[in-house]
């Protein structure tokens, strides 16, 4: 099992940055795939970004490609997410989840491949 804590939520204007991190403990953080979703207020859970377990292979949803970097660092137990070029459409409560995939270079966009999720934290990009 594996708990995963977020960080790095706030308020910024149009056009602003902010990066997350997701600090994972417990079971070794190599063994999952992570990704990044987001809830905005009345709208399902949807796929932000997510890297494989060896962090090659990284994807993203349309909505934010080229704006947002999704990374990993196995040595510190964190995985990050660099959003710039925020708009309002991007505000939303962020959660970072885990996968304990056997593969190494993939990663799913799905919810349900993920098993552990974290408590989110709440972006507001004001216009």
């Known amino acids: 099992q594996v708990q995963l804590d977020e960080s790095g939520g706030g308020l910024v204007q149009a056009g602003g940055s902010l990066r997350l991190s997701c600090a994972a403990s417990?079971?070794?953080?190599?063994?999952?795939?992570m990704g990044w979703f987001r809830q905005a207020p009345g709208k399902e859970r949807e796929f932000v970004a997510a890297i494989s377990r060896n962090g090659l292979s990284t994807g993203y949803a349309d909505s934010v490609k080229g704006r947002f970097t999704i990374s990993r660092d196995n040595a510190k137990n964190t995985v990050y997410l660099q959003m710039n070029s925020l708009k309002p459409e991007d505000t939303a409560v962020y959660y970072c989840?885990?996968?304990?995939?056997?593969?190494?270079?993939?990663?799913?966009?799905?919810?349900?491949?993920?098993?552990?999720w974290g408590q989110g934290t709440q972006v507001t990009v004001s216009s």
């Open positions: 417990g079971r070794t953080f190599s063994s999952y795939a």
């Open positions: 989840a885990a996968d304990p995939t056997r593969y190494t270079t993939s990663y799913q966009q799905s919810r349900e491949s993920y098993d552990y």
